[in-house]
Structure formats: C-alpha cells, structure tokens
C-alpha cells in the first residue's frame, strides 16, 4: 500500500502512561456497576446509563439530550459532558459540552478518564491519542459488554470491520441478547469481504425477539433486505417499524429509498414528503429533501434533479446547516451535466472545506475533505487529466498525514488507485484500490481492473461485496446507471 506512515486503530497493550494529572476522589456511583464515577449523583449515573442505550440504540438525540440532563444533575461531571459530545456528534456537533468535558477532565476518576478521553479523542482531527485511550480503556475492561460495543462501533465507522465484528461477538459471548450488538451484527455480516445475508439476516431476527417492541429491529430488516435485492420484504418490515411507532422516520425514509430503487418514482416522494412533513430536526428533513430531490435522476430527468438541489443548497447554506451542505453539494457536483462542472464544483466544495465550519466536527471534516477529494482524483483521472488527478492525490497524502483517520487513509490509496489504474499501473492499481471496499465506485473500478488482470475470482469477489451495497445513494446510481456516468 502506498500509505503506511499512520497506523490504523489497532488493539494493542496499553501504554505506560498516566491516566490523569491529579488525583481525583471517586463518588458512590458505578457505571453498569464497573467504571467508578466521580458523582455522588445518582440521578446522573442513571441517566448517563439511559444516555449509553439509547446510544447503543441508534436514537443519538434522545442519548445526548439524557447526557445533558445528566450533567444538569452534577455539572462537574466530566464523563456527562463527553457522553453529550459523543452522542450529538452523530447528527449536529455540541462543542459546548465538547469543551466542558475537556475541562472537567481533571476532576474525573481514572476509569472515567479513559472513556471520557476516548469519546473525546474521536472528535479531534489528530486520532493517535484516541487510539491510545481507546486501547486503555479495552484493557482496563474486556468484558465490559457496553465498552466493546461503543468502541467496536467507532471501529465500524473507521471502516476496520474485521476489529469490530471481532468485539461484538466477545460482547455477545458475554450477553447472548445484547441487542445493539444483535444489531450491528447483522450490517457486519452482510458488508464485509464475503457477505452472509442468512447470517444477517438471523442476528436481526433475534435482535427483533429480544426487543419486540421497538421499531429499531424492523427497521434494520428492512434495510438489509434492500440491500439484498428483497424489496418486498424491505417494505414489509419498513411498514412494521413504523406500525411500532409511527413517528419513527427512519423507516419512512426507509419506504422512500427502496421505493426509489423497484422505480415506483411517485410513492417515493409520497414517502419522503411524509417525512419532511413530521421531522422536528432540521437536518433530517434536510436529507429527505435531498432524497426526494435525487429521485428525478432515477426517473431519468436530470435537469430536474439539478435544479431541486440548487435550491435545496441554498436552502442549507440560509439556515447555515452545513453537515445537510456538504452532503447536498458533493450530490449536486457528482451528477453535475459533465466532468467539466463537476470538478468545478468539487473544488469550490474543497474551498468551503478548508477551514473549521461552525456545527461540523474537526473529525467529519476531515473525512468530508477526503471524500470529495477522491471523486476528484476519480473524476481527473477517468478523463485523463492526470495533473489534476496528482494534485488531489497529494492533497490526500497530507490529510491522512494530519489526521490519521482511517476512512481518510483508505480514500487516499483509492484516489492513487484511480490515477495508477489510468496510467496503465494494474498490479498497483489494484492493491491501492482495495483499501476502500465500502465506496461503490471504488469496488466497480476494482472489479474493472481485476477483470483486465485476468483475475476473474477476485472480480467477483469484488462484484459480490458490491451487490450487497445496493442503496439509492448517488454513488450506487452512478453504478447501476453508467449510461449517465458516460454522458459526463
């Protein structure tokens, strides 16, 4: 691989290093009965306990509204703070509790500085201490179901499936019904190296007998079902979701996008209106019009398409939401009219990028950056214009560089992938390109270029990793539509 200089987040021994600068005295309370807690409040180990399973759930306001209630309860909890941070971080930022946390660090017991310093670590651009404290903290409790879960979670969203899938089964040997590991498992099985729908399929399934009543289980069979090519049945537990709590959007979104997929155009926005109808948050509702707004390029009127995302841009830009920005404007230039604008317009994105934008985390900058700077380099390099395809390569190099993130990692070697692959470099091409398997894109180059190497298993290897992504995401789009991908 061309990028070796930053590691990855590994679990390895703990350094020898102190936890904390001072000596703080614990309070009466136990997180899950294991991590000592500095509170004597137990109003707030309570809530924080609340907080980490609506985390483990997927409902990330509701976890960071309780860690908010939680510090409310004792305002010199510094682990309240972090679990706030934490949890906002999946939809809109909270550096206000991000900086408390930092500051009341000191006052927090060691085994509240390992975790609160891990969930903290994640959010800053440089990762390296986040690993560190992140290889502490499994050391200091591996068979503590909850640590395993959250840590392999970030390992998912690191892209570093193998470590993951490896600590939530020890979580499930440790609690058989753990249900957010039921859960995550199921995604696991299904977008790795060699995808296990059945085996997906079965852990959702006892994910759904353990939590009957939450939405959460239909929901996440709905989705993997679509990715599986079984709208009917998508649909069918979509429904089952929403007929739990009507109020669950995600699965009404669910109904649009896989609506979107069998080319029923007119029930998909149906779906998606509902949504934008219902939602109290802005960013949600902001997605689904931009999912509604991509349904006009599945529908084949592209210029449609392009005008519903100019406005909604706007939109983003006037109410200055600039997670729902970034993700409206990198559609908007990958379905641009041709590759002419689309780089104009990625540029223009990486400008934007530049600098720390207010309700955007240091970390998911990062990654932003690094995603548009690998459709740069895709871009360039398809239409042989291999001095800009350097330049964004290069670009990367530093990013990963700076920020020893994974995700930045691995699209910087399939953006050198792209270029080797344009200048006739297979063998290279290949290797670098199969550091990125959750984009695509990336697959449906590697598939190409393993095909041109007379590598036909790994091709369809490859191809069978890619069926399993199947989402009405631009990038699967461009996929499934190359007839639009060529015109540009």
């Given at each position: ?122 959010q800053d651009r440089d990762l390296l201490p986040a690993i560190s404290s992140m290889n502490d903290l499994l050391q200091r409790f591996p068979r503590e179901k909850h640590i395993l879960y959250m840590t392999a979670e970030w390992l998912l969203l ?331």
């Open positions: 691989m061309a990028w070796a200089q930053a590691p990855s987040p590994r679990i390895t021994p703990a350094a020898d290093h102190a936890v904390t600068s001072a000596p703080p005295i614990a309070g009466t309370q136990q997180l899950f009965g294991a991590i000592a807690l500095s509170t004597h409040s137990e109003q707030t180990r309570q809530l924080l306990e609340l907080a980490v399973d609506k985390y483990e759930n997927a409902d990330y306001l509701e976890s960071a509204a309780l860690a908010r209630r939680a510090a409310g309860a004792d305002p010199q909890s510094a682990l309240a703070y972090a679990m706030a941070s934490f949890a906002a971080r999946r939809w809109v930022p909270d550096s206000a509790a991000f900086a408390k946390a930092k500051a009341l660090l000191p006052r927090a017991t060691p085994d509240e500085q390992l975790l609160a310093r891990w969930m903290i670590g994640i690191q892209e570093d499936d193998d470590r993951a899938r490896s600590l939530m089964e020890s979580a499930l040997q440790i609690d058989p019904a753990f249900p957010a590991v039921l859960n995550r498992l199921g995604y696991v099985y299904i977008s790795t190296g060699t995808p296990d729908p059945a085996k997906a399929i079965a852990s959702l399934k006892r994910y759904a007998q353990v939590e009957p009543n939450s939405p959460n289980p239909q929901d996440s069979l709905g989705e993997i079902f679509r990715f599986a090519g079984d709208d009917a049945a998508a649909l069918e537990h979509y429904a089952a979701a929403l007929k739990i709590d009507p109020k669950f959007l995600n699965s009404q979104s669910g109904l649009g996008g896989t609506r979107t997929l069998m080319g029923d155009y007119s029930n998909a926005r149906k779906e998606y209106d509902l949504v934008i109808q219902r939602s109290d948050n802005p960013l949600e509702a902001l997605d689904a019009k931009c999912q509604r707004a991509l349904v006009s390029f599945w529908e084949g009127n592209p210029v449609e398409g392009r005008k519903a995302l100019a406005t909604l841009a706007e939109e983003a830009a006037r109410i200055k939401e600039f997670n729902g920005q970034f993700e409206i404007a990198l559609a908007g230039a990958m379905l641009a009219a041709d590759s002419r604008d689309e780089l104009k317009q990625l540029r223009s994105l990486s400008d934007l990028l530049e600098k720390p934008l207010a309700g955007m985390n240091e970390s998911d900058r990062d990654i932003d950056r690094a995603i548009v700077l690998r459709e740069r380099a895709r871009v360039a390099s398809l239409h042989g214009l291999l001095d800009d395809a350097s330049e964004a390569v290069a670009k990367l190099d530093g990013l990963a560089t700076s920020s020893r993130d994974s995700v930045v990692m691995n699209a910087h070697e399939s953006a050198l992938g792209y270029l080797l692959a344009r200048k006739g470099e297979l063998p290279a091409a290949a290797d670098e390109l199969s550091a990125d398997p959750h984009s695509p894109l990336v697959l449906e180059q590697l598939a190409s270029v393993q095909e041109k190497l007379g590598n036909t298993t790994a091709a369809q290897e490859t191809r069978t990793r890619l069926k399993y992504q199947r989402a009405p995401t631009v990038e699967w789009f461009l996929v499934t539509h190359p007839s639009a991908a060529a015109t540009r």
